[in-house]
DNA sequence: GTCTATAGCTTGATAGAC
DNA sequence: GTCTATCAAGCTATAGAC
């Protein structure tokens, strides 16, 4: 069902993607309840009654953030092609999903944060959109194991296991410095240990 | 470091326990700014100046709670063996740590949570605690690989690997049960997916 | 130890001048 | 479209009776 975007000046929409930049940065570091409009407004570089001009409510701001990145989400996946080779397919999908880890971590982040805490604003979201997609690419895992041309593994832990593995990265990079203290970028060496997981898993 | 533990009355430490109880519940389920003293209260079954008589502040409850369930969140990987049979000794950390998320999602929750907002009320024990014990533990994995009893993997990524899987189901809980739907129990299929994971990702 | 009442502050949202 | 000023609600924390 296509939603009627209602017209705007170009000056609108300027401020507008200002003002959903600067709600992303702080809304991902900070958690919904955890961000003022202020303090959106001073990353936006606007007053706070001028935020709300161009957004009815912080409420309103938040969920058309979450709308807005939606497709970027699942893009990676809805690349899957049936008709590729088995492991390439899926070896893509890690790579372009942890590439998506790398350079769009306050994105990955507001996504945690939000099905974390059971994710109120996205339910339908969550149980109409992303099922459908991943009941469609289960079937076509589910046939590359019938067939023998990957190993026999559950397709819907399968799709846990490269979202768990490459938003890790992203969504608990502090832990991750932390733990391996200042070094080199962890996505080399990430890579290159995703890559020796799932060929070595999916293996006929 | 061992830090002085006040002397408590018997109805003061069940109190306490109550408190911390019914905080982990609600700061679980919606952050630390999404929580209210009065919905911890509530669910304590106390007034809230009674909550405030036992802890001088929001914060010192939540902070109270983050220190009180460190011990058990590093456990499982206390226990991994350098004596044991590597395979096994990481199989069983596995098996552990997924009986942790199923067991405890609450408490998975609120280190997630905590982490993913840049752990303000844990740099110091990341960066202290948690990276001595990886550090000494990623040591003994890299023996492993070293003497070709297990294949040659980043230690510190095998690790982060586990965490991550491991996490997920707890963490993104509502996720996961919106894309499989209504069904079985997510945990067992999961243990079965893992250990076909790690056997083959270890293979010498 | 536990409660009612409330002080004092922060915040989301609006009014209205420019 | 943008601002200053401000309202009204909700919140943490405390005072003080019992």
Known sequence: MKIQQPRRSRIQNKNRNVILDAALQEFSARGFSG???DQIADAAGLSKPNVLYYFPSKEAIYRGLLVGLLDLWLAPLRELDAEGDPVEQILGYVRRKLLLSRDYPNESRLF???VLHGAPHMTEVLSEDLHDLVAEKVSIIAGWTA???IAEVDPHHLIFSIWALTQHYADFDVQVRAVMGEGPDPYAG??????HLFRRMLAP
């Open 147 to 149: 067939s023998g041309r």
């Open 35 to 37: 961000t003022t409009i």
């Open 190 to 195: 990430a890579m290159i240990f995703l890559e």
């Open 112 to 114: 945690a944060s939000e």
